[in-house]
């Protein structure tokens, strides 16, 4: 074995087929690194035992930060620091500030979350990826195996996967 | 897991496989321009030079150069502003509103139509900001911070200034989800490209995406979420713009009907708007196999939709400036009908109430000539409505001793033909580089939209 980690790539181009065949790599004893779609297949993340997501609750508290931020600067500017009174209104008028508030918390909600999410999932434009197999981005769908993380031997690996579906075993290291 | 339906019609004709979703979307991407591109773009780079220099001679002596006057203070500028923030609405809706309903046909238009609407407010909030006459201040007239007027802030009891925030967040908002949805298909550019450049442009652009599982789950969390801040988002948009309106005192724009009517509206304006450009698009980029006949009249039917409300928003609004006994309020919408603005007003309601209703007709509905035509017709139609709403309000209010009229001049005209050299120069710069469809969302419908729609593999 060379330096660096080596892969098996199993190649499958069926959906239905990829599900199924994550559920019986894994049922082997098989640990897979990571699987690359062209776009989202439904239901793999549950195939493949991954958590949900929290990032949905990272835009919620991002947004609960905007509206915070934007009573807080809206109630400071108007009725603190520099109180008048405009077309008979009350100094700080709730109803008014509403408008600016909704529009803060859905921008600091949107922009914190995709930040959020580009910092979590390493995606920067100076990145420079792993590209597995470049079909992986068009018609292809690539399933990674580490084999340092893998007990299995070599020619077990490729015998479940050629099992599970693939249409094409392939070898790879970086 | 693949579920197709019986009934419907296929959203991809042509027995296409994954590969050829790359390859046709792709093509375009990585060819050279062709001859109606060019020509398109030396049109629309015409039309943007003779533009900036009406644009720079109204920065240069200030908006005296335009039409207006004592009476009439806000004519084409405003015009102009709230025609082009309605024509982007349909992009957020069409990405948004239609993802949350499972709307599975705005997959092929959704890109080109969110970049129309980043495009659009783009030209929109020029707008706003040329009117000031001396843009270089209006940061501090606009945004809350502090200054050398002393600390003397912004007035947030303002619509003018909760515009400011809408349309800015808008659009910053429209540029991240659309932005989010092109990475993937930046990489697979990436991954196709052959020259150098492309690959580093296409590898930064596409923040090094390889499409694992896991960043695929959470891309989708986002894309929901975002759809579903955007969905309200851009109801408070056109919302805020009609406060700018409704919240005054004039007659005529002080109802109560102007959110809903003007959001009506904005998704009517919007939705012609996509369809003139996608009906060129497909046309012109051989892509009638992904934007189908299906595409064209689903659209159509919304806009027969939204074309109904924006009539009965008409008929009310007179209805109710009877029922109200305000003589002020009833004159100013007898002036519209029959006033010196009734060419406007006629020309509003021939565009915006009878011509859609065209639409019930199937036969019309599904023309390619008649849909590009009346797209285009709505879209005179909704230009002349905010023309209508705000220049015949103006001209003749309380005190008919200052009663005036306006006349565009040059500089107005001007000024409109910037914004549209600017819009067809950016989508036309976006139609050659970027992909016009979300091919990962689309292969993504492939299979499961018919089963009238051949599977090859």
Known sequence: ?174 | MQVTSPVRDPLVTGGKTLHDITNDVCRQVEGKPTLPWMGGMAIALGALSIGAYALVMTLWDGIGMWGLNKTVGWAWDITNFVWWVGIGHAGTLISAVLLLFRQKWRTSINRAAEAMTIFAVICAAMFPVIHMGRPWLGFYWALPLPNAFGPLWVNFNSPLLWDVFAISTYFSVSLVFWYIGLVPDFATIRDRATNKISKIAYGALSLGWVGGAKAWERYEAVSLILAGVATPLVLSVHTIVSFDFATSVIPGWHTTIFPPYFVAGAIFSGFAMVLTLMLITRHVFKLKNYITMTHIELMNIIIIITGSIVGIAYITEFFIAWYSGVPYEQYAFINRATGPYWWAYWSMMTCNVISPQLFWIKKIRTSIVATFILSIIVNIGMWFERFVIIVTSLHRDYLPSSWAMFYPTFYDIGVYLFTFGLFFTLFLAFAKFFPVINMAEVKSILRSSSEKQPIRR
């Open chain 1, 1 to 174: 074995m060379e330096s660096g980690k080596n892969y098996i790539l199993g190649i499958f181009d069926d959906e239905d087929i990829l599900l199924k065949g994550v559920k019986s790599v894994r049922e082997a004893g098989v640990k897979i690194e990571e699987v690359f779609t062209p776009y989202p297949v439904h239901g793999l993340e549950h195939a493949l035992g991954y958590k949900r997501s929290k990032l949905p609750v990272v835009a919620f508290l991002f947004g609960l930060l905007g509206t915070t931020l934007a009573l807080t600067m809206q109630f400071f500017m108007m009725k603190i620091d520099w109180p008048m009174i405009i077309g008979g209104k009350d100094f700080a008028p709730l109803p008014t500030f509403i408008p600016v508030t909704f529009e803060l918390t859905v921008l600091l909600a949107s922009f914190g979350m995709v930040g959020t999410f580009f910092v979590i999932s390493n995606l920067k434009p100076w990145a420079q990826p792993k590209v597995f197999d470049v079909r992986s981005t068009d018609d292809k769908m690539v399933m990674a195996v580490d084999l340092s993380t893998n007990k299995t031997d070599l020619s077990k690996i490729k015998e479940v996967l050629k099992g599970a579906g693939a249409i094409e075993v392939n070898e790879k290291s970086f």
